[in-house]
């Protein structure tokens, strides 16, 4: 095979463990968890009392911090950083290019007399300056216009990120402008937070409680990727470059045998995941699962469910940590939705909820049927789920999306909602008026002697929905691998507390404060949200093409890809929500519909460069050397006078001319002049650069099928998937 090829083979079939392996007995997990966390603990071992409560007053209440707090914060936090060998402290926020950002400042500062001293102050912690002009704005900000501020996030704890040459003391923040909108992920996400915190009170009050705590929203996110050996990775320029391949056919072998999932776990991808999930504890991340996914090389770890915003701010960790540590085994951890064609794509099932006082109100409890404020809360998501499918549909665009959304183990682009046959029973009973008795969960009978029966859920789930009731929470899997989960967590929550201050505005109207009208009110509200909003409860197979044609029929959208999608945040009835609930401005808005069309035309741009390139320089040459040979090969037999058949060189020669048309087609179609909007340029970029980008794959998959294998140069899906 290729020199490339060969030597990432070779380099990876003579691979060894790079050190000796951990010794996890010496520590056990349950010590080192959060150790690397300015935590509660730590904060109620180093802060004074008074202190203390204080700030604990503000994560419970959501108060102001007082200024005089956070000086003894300051210097409670920079002790406990110099002390774990940190030397410098980082603002962390999240702006809106999807990835994480950070500035490094050092706690040293000089004392005036030849000497330094290690500074942190209220101020220091409170605010940080970055440059603003260098990030995406849509906008908001002019190039030259550089100011803006990081704000620390007080609910986010501050987390030391160790270094093999030191650590670092990383605060969370909020990133905004000068004016005050929001740069980034996080700020929204607090603000929706807060709307849900203000509706959720209001619904709790109906209910009988006077003074109800904050309603917190929870989230825990599945994170599905892949890992392949780094030698592989660099020798394909189309996944070091744009995270997936651009380039490659099936494997005789891929899936279809359904051996890989939840099979043994690799002992190179276990070690990688054993110190993945230990760096992992040290950052207070509450990782739970793992396993082996569906496609070859694709593995899964999940974490239990927190607060929506650490659990944000751990899932950034997470991904971080995969791919570093991914690294020191040898193995690059690729995050793209779709990395390998024909195979399994990866997502991130996000599982939101949300509590009061450490009590999930998505709980049944044993009899739903009678929980007239379980219902309530079911009730008003599917009316958000209904009234705005459509931006449900744009938080999750992206380009690496496109290629995921309704393939295997993905849901579709319609937004509906699964709840099951029993709570479905429940509601369809209330909108007909007549409540009976509701379903009996009954006992699942094994067939072996030595267990006992179990207990039977009363629905099975439902893998191929977009949104389903999972027991407990609602799990939302049209989210990206790659993505940021604050997105969506902005929409659900704004969503929610849309819905709930409309119930509580109801119920407030009906009761006039009278509890014994209430039981009469839930259920007519009850009853005219599913009458009106029913049509987006699905409980069958999302994947099938009847489907689409009942969901067109009860007017559910289906916006098939980014360019239909993200226009949606655009629509009147967003605009209207994300400004009453103080969530976003419309100029914030405005911004991001202008900055997601933006980067998936330049997503799409780096993968068609890419494609010519790699076409007309690695693929193309290969090609013709091959088409040689054959040719050779031809003429000597003639010359011999021996019969011989030409059938194959002749097919690589019409192979090889299309190719070269397809690549010449490529290039013009990207060389067009650009479309005046940003719409129309991504419409562009969709329906002329994309489908001239596949021709070229096509053509060139079918080549690989054919040109001698060492003759071919970049690394094939069954040496990447497989070897190990």
């Not at 410098?88 to 290019?97: D, I, K, N, R």
């Not at 950034?316 to 085994?329: E, F, G």
């Not at 969506?488 to 009906?510: C, G, K």
Request: contains cysteine; negative net charge; aromatic residues 8%.
């Amino acid at each position: 095979m290729s020199s490339a090829r060969q030597n990432a083979v070779t380099a990876v079939t003579n691979y060894r463990p790079p050190e000796t392996p951990m010794d996890f007995s010496r520590t056990p997990a349950q010590e080192i968890f959060g150790a690397n966390v300015f935590g509660e603990q730590v904060m109620r071992e180093r802060l004074p009392k008074a202190i203390f409560k204080a700030l604990q007053r503000t994560l419970a209440e959501g108060t102001k911090l007082d200024v005089k707090v956070a000086d003894a914060v300051a210097v409670a936090m920079r002790d406990w950083a110099i002390e774990k060998g940190a030397t410098h402290y980082a603002h962390v926020f999240f702006p809106l290019t999807g990835m994480t950002a950070e500035k490094h400042d050092s706690f040293l500062e000089p004392d005036g007399r030849g000497g330094v001293l290690a500074e942190f102050s209220a101020r220091q912690l409170i605010q940080g300056e970055p440059d603003a002009s260098s990030f995406p704005s849509g906008g908001l900000r002019a190039t030259f216009e550089a100011r803006g501020y990081t704000a620390w996030d007080v609910t986010s704890p501050a987390y030391i990120m160790e270094n093999a040459n030191g650590t670092t003391l990383c605060i969370p923040t909020v990133f905004c402008s000068w004016t005050g909108e929001a740069l980034d992920k996080k700020t929204p996400l607090l603000r929706s937070m807060q709307a849900l915190d203000a509706q959720g009170r209001r619904i709790l009050k109906l209910f009988g409680n006077p003074t109800p705590d904050r309603v917190v929203s929870t989230a825990g996110a599945e994170q599905e990727y892949f890992l392949i050996d780094r030698h592989f990775f660099f020798a394909r320029p189309d996944m070091l470059n744009a995270g997936r391949t651009l380039f490659g056919t099936k494997p005789p072998k891929g899936q279809e045998l359904e051996d890989q999932y939840f099979g043994a776990i690799p002992d190179r991808v276990l070690a990688c995941m054993l110190e993945t999930e230990r760096e992992l504890y040290k950052l207070g991340v509450p990782v739970k699962t793992r396993h082996n996914e569906v496609a070859p090389a694709q593995y899964e770890l999940a974490p239990v469910y927190e607060s929506a915003n650490v659990a944000t701010d751990h899932q950034y960790m997470t991904m971080m940590v995969l791919q570093r540590i991914a690294q020191k085994y040898g193995m690059t951890c690729l995050l793209h939705e779709k990395p390998f064609a024909d195979v399994n794509g990866s997502g991130k099932h996000l599982n939101w909820s949300f509590s009061h006082n450490g009590v999930n109100l998505l709980e049944p409890g044993d009899t739903p049927h009678d929980n007239a404020q379980f219902l309530v809360f079911c009730a008003a998501i599917i009316r958000g789920v209904h009234l705005h499918a459509k931006l449900l549909r744009a938080v999750v665009a992206h380009a690496g999306n496109d290629h995921r959304l309704g393939a295997n183990e993905a849901p579709p682009a319609i937004m509906s909602i699964y709840l099951g046959d029993s709570l479905t029973d429940i509601f369809e009973q209330i909108a007909r008026g007549r409540v009976g008795k509701k379903r009996s969960a009954g006992e699942l009978n094994v067939g072996v002697d030595t267990l006992p029966p179990l207990p039977k859920d009363v629905s099975d789930r439902n893998r191929t929905s977009p949104f389903a009731f999972t027991g407990n929470k609602f799990e939302f899997r049209g989210v990206g691998s790659s993505q940021s989960i604050a997105g969506p967590l902005v929409a659900l929550n704004t969503i929610m507390a849309d819905s709930l201050d409309h119930i509580a505005t109801q119920l407030e109207t009906m009761t006039g404060g009278a509890p014994g009208k209430l039981n009469k009110a839930v259920q007519k509200v009850l009853k005219n949200i599913f009458t009106e909003h029913g049509a987006v409860v699905f409980n069958g197979d999302n994947y099938s093409d009847e489907w689409q044609a009942e969901a067109e029929r009860r007017g559910l959208p289906n916006l098939r890809d980014t360019v239909d999608a993200i226009p949606a945040l655009l629509e009147p009835e967003t605009l209207t929500l994300f400004e009453k609930n103080k969530v976003l401005s419309r100029r914030e808005v405005k911004s991001r519909h202008e900055i997601y069309l933006e980067r998936y035309i330049k997503d799409i741009q780096v993968e068609s460069n890419l494609t010519l390139e790699i076409a007309r320089t690695q693929l193309f040459p290969a090609v013709i050397t091959y088409q040689q040979r054959l040719a050779d090969t031809a003429r000597s037999l003639s010359s011999l006078e021996i019969s011989h058949c030409t059938s194959t060189l002749e097919r690589v020669t019409k192979l090889a001319g299309e190719l070269q048309h397809a690549m010449d087609k490529l290039e013009d179609t990207m060389n067009q002049e650009t479309p005046a909007t940003v719409r129309q340029h991504a419409t562009h970029v969709r329906d002329a650069i994309l489908p001239a980008m596949n021709t070229v794959r096509r053509l060139a998959d079918k080549l690989e099928t054919i040109v001698a294998d060492d003759i071919w140069p970049l690394p094939t899906y069954q040496e990447m998937l497989f070897i190990k």
